[in-house]
């Protein structure tokens, strides 16, 4: 009977053997690695070998999205150290997988079978390549031969662990910084960031301790770090969503996690903590709020305590001191002992009163102050905070609100607003018969010519058009969407009247995405005042841009030359509008079609973007908007043309073009010395790698730009039009580039660029005859 059992449990074994290799289970002991051929998918997982960490799908609190990342196994409380597609969650996990690639990469694939994300090793061919999950939390790629291709230690989120560092490698030029959450329920990066630079002193590093803390600057890298003494020790350093960086260990008695330190010690000591337009208040127990006339920009981030996207106004301002209809406009509200905002812009002028002036004629002035001197605030205030009696650096600010939001101030200022109302109500009523007769005829003139669809978004007969632009008579301009007119409202307001062309949607839909575009609002984009849908007409009805079109100041009218500081406030004004569009609206806005002629200028030159939306407007369809960005194909991204999903990217690479352009006063494509055409950003960006700044600026400025700015913006454009959109910043990092507030390093040169300029022997020449010096120490830049 052994006998005749022996060929059926050998054929038993080797079905199971193709059983279990059909199933992808991993064999005995690989529990820890992923092999070529293997994955994870749905609620697999992969456990390092001591158990001490284990990798998979997990959702963050009561969010409905998943991501892969690596937690600690043995703590009950559910402690994620890093994550690996944090900006792009999947929404099923029974058909999404990690794996390893053919090509030695470690890849996330949705249920579509597409890469959402993808670990920026060296390709490899090796079939014995694996990825193992370490009891350190480590996730490294390596092959048979132990050679670490690619570690997440390299790559921290918001965390780094004991043996993990932050900084710089000055060799190969990369840089690591840790960047929190955005909120406990979302892992895409937020706005608190630690470099590693400053590493202050930390209670607990003597010898008695059981973390050894370390600054490290060598020739090869400059970094901080952290070890344990105890393996048993427990801790880890996060950047939290508020924006502080503290170091932390488990507590095993109280089953939680216990702050060694926090840096900064006064959490109003993070930077924008409250956002744009947020206060700060160290002593009350709702640390953020938001001052008169304004509210919390978003109440979802509000219930997580995390102000992210600061506070916006309740009521628009009307940019003077009285409306066209004579009612009182702006007004200021006297805010005492404040922490004054950073990058004030000084202004000479004789009092206080002349200060409040300056500031009042502009309609992007959000406040100012006269202490020794007139300050004035433009665009977005960050780092409000308030202080108290005893606390140094206080001052009085002087905050602009539209009238309407403007508090009682005191009784008596009440009484004697009773007392004038009370007067007026009695000529009113002398009077009333006559207003009755006047309000009767305007009345039918006034609800024929707009009709309010919501809050200030109007909407127009195609007849009212006509007669606001006299038939369509004076042109300021045209584009792949339709031709621009401008017209002169009933009250005289100027407007500019854009007739669109091609759309396919039907009015309903078309009445959705111009409420929706209405209620975006912004210093830095177009204010868009109303609209028409008659038939197959589309008519849209925007603020009128005395200052005109960017374009026609860089290239079309040179009697007037921008100057360098003017420019580098349009390029940050262009930079805070497509940050906003991207990273602040309710869903991500992509322009599409940057480029300086959609960059239109006020009579105080600030910038606002124009003809964000159109995507949305024309409808999913990009064939459109396609063929106008090749009628500009100087700005167009690679992803364009090679198939690859549109992101907000395309933006960023557009956005870097117009800086050369800006830098310059010329366009993408110029001429040489023998008149041949060539293609500027090949010839600058190899210029702003050996350093030769000044070479690219506009002549007109003679010399005169602020190195450190020239830098900046520079560098952030070649950093901006990198090959692939993984290697470019995003608009949100761009603005903390130019503000001052993040560093960056010397980018490299994009490889596109490269070959265009392999082909032009004139500019190689020039190149190969050139000796130039990088004017800042490059050991002291970072890239975020």
């Not at 973390?211 to 003494?229: E, G, H, P, S, W």
């Not at 607003?417 to 009370?422: K, P």
Request: glycine content about 8%.
């Amino acid at each position: 009977m052994d006998t005749e059992m022996r060929p059926c449990s050998s054929l038993s074994i080797i079905l199971l053997f193709f059983l279990l290799s059909s199933l992808n289970v991993q064999p005995c002991g690989a529990t820890d690695s992923i092999y070529l051929g293997q994955s994870v998918s749905g609620n697999q997982t992969i456990v390092s070998k001591e158990g001490k960490f284990e990798l998979g799908f997990f959702t963050p609190g009561n969010s409905r999205n998943y991501y892969i990342g690596i937690w600690y196994k043995t703590i009950p409380v559910q402690t994620v150290i890093w994550v690996a597609n944090r900006a792009t969650p999947i929404s099923n996990t029974s058909s999404a997988e990690l794996k390893i690639s053919e090509d030695g990469k470690l890849v996330l694939l949705n249920s579509s079978k597409i890469p959402v994300w993808a670990s920026n090793s060296t390709p490899s061919t090796s079939n014995s390549m694996v990825a193992v999950l370490l009891d350190t939390g480590n996730l490294v790629i390596g092959n048979r031969s132990n050679a670490t291709i690619w570690q997440s230690f390299d790559h921290p989120t918001d965390t780094v662990m004991p043996g993990g560092w932050v900084g710089v490698n000055k060799i190969t030029g990369e840089y690591q910084s840790i960047t929190s959450w955005e909120n406990p329920e979302n892992p895409a990066p937020g706005p608190g960031l630690w470099n590693g630079r400053y590493f202050p002193a930390i209670p607990g590093t003597r010898e008695s301790s059981p973390i050894n803390f370390t600054f490290v600057d060598n020739k090869q890298r400059k970094y901080a770090t952290f070890t344990n003494l105890y393996s048993s020790f427990i801790t880890r350093t996060v950047v939290d969503s508020s924006g502080l960086l503290k170091h932390l260990y488990w507590l095993n008695s109280t089953q939680e996690w216990q702050t060694i330190f926090t840096q900064p010690l006064a959490q109003c000591d993070v930077y924008s903590l409250c956002g744009a337009f947020g206060i700060c208040d160290q002593k009350s127990s709702n640390i953020c709020r938001c001052s008169y006339g304004f509210e919390p920009a978003s109440m979802e981030e509000r219930e997580f305590n995390v102000w992210n996207s600061g506070c916006v106004r309740k009521t628009s301002l009307r940019c003077s001191n009285k409306s066209s209809t004579g009612e009182e406009g702006d007004r200021f509200l006297e805010m005492t002992n404040m922490r004054l905002p950073a990058n004030p812009q000084n202004l000479t002028v004789g009092s206080a009163r002349d200060c409040e002036q300056a500031c009042l004629n502009s309609c992007s002035c959000n406040a100012y102050a006269y202490v020794s001197g007139c300050s004035i605030w433009n665009g977005d205030l960050r780092n409000l905070q308030q202080l108290y009696d005893g606390d140094g650096g206080a001052g009085t600010l002087h905050f602009r609100l539209a009238a309407s939001d403007f508090p009682a101030s005191s009784s008596s200022h009440k009484f004697v607003i009773d007392l004038t109302l009370g007067v007026i109500g009695g000529i009113i009523g002398i009077l009333c018969v006559l207003v009755g007769l006047m309000w009767a005829f305007q009345r039918r003139k006034r609800i024929r010519m707009a009709k309010q669809v919501e809050g200030s978004l109007i909407q127009f007969t195609y007849g009212d058009l006509q007669r606001v632009t006299k038939n369509f008579s004076e042109k300021l301009g045209g584009g792949g969407f339709g031709s621009v007119f401008k017209g002169t409202l009933i009250d005289l307001t100027e407007v500019a009247v854009k007739k669109l062309e091609g759309l396919r949607q039907g009015e309903k839909q078309f009445r959705t995405e111009v409420s929706t575009l209405a209620a975006i609002q912004h210093v830095n984009l177009v204010h868009l005042r109303g609209f028409c849908t008659e038939g197959s007409k589309r008519l849209l009805v925007y603020e009128y841009m005395p200052g005109g079109s960017l374009d026609s100041h860089l290239f079309q009218n040179k009697s007037t030359v921008l100057d360098w500081k003017t420019r580098y406030q349009i390029i940050l004004g262009i930079a805070r509008g497509l940050a906003y569009l991207h990273e602040k609206c309710r869903e991500c806005i992509i322009h599409c079609d940057i480029k300086p002629d959609n960059i239109l200028l006020d009579k105080d030159f600030c910038a606002k973007v124009a003809d964000f939306g159109m995507a949305k407007l024309i409808g999913r369809d990009f064939s459109r908007v396609l063929t106008t960005i090749r009628g500009t194909i100087g700005y167009l991204a690679p992803e364009w043309i090679s198939g690859l999903p549109i992101t907000s990217k395309v933006d960023v690479y557009s956005f870097g073009m117009m800086l050369f352009e800006l830098v310059s006063g010329k366009r993408n494509t110029a001429q040489s010395a023998d008149g041949s055409k060539f293609f500027y950003p090949s010839w600058a960006a190899i210029k702003v790698v050996e350093g030769d700044l000044f070479s690219l600026l506009d002549h007109g400025f003679k010399g005169a730009a602020d190195l450190e700015d020239l830098t900046r913006v520079c560098r952030v454009a070649c950093w901006c039009i990198q090959d692939s959109e993984a290697d470019r910043p995003t608009m949100g990092q761009v603005v903390q580039i130019l503000e001052g507030v993040l560093e960056v390093s010397m980018p490299p040169l994009p490889r596109v660029l490269q070959l265009l300029t392999e082909d032009r022997s004139q500019i190689r020449d020039d190149l190969s005859s050139t000796e130039c010096k990088d004017p800042l120490d490059q050991s002291q830049d970072f890239y975020p």
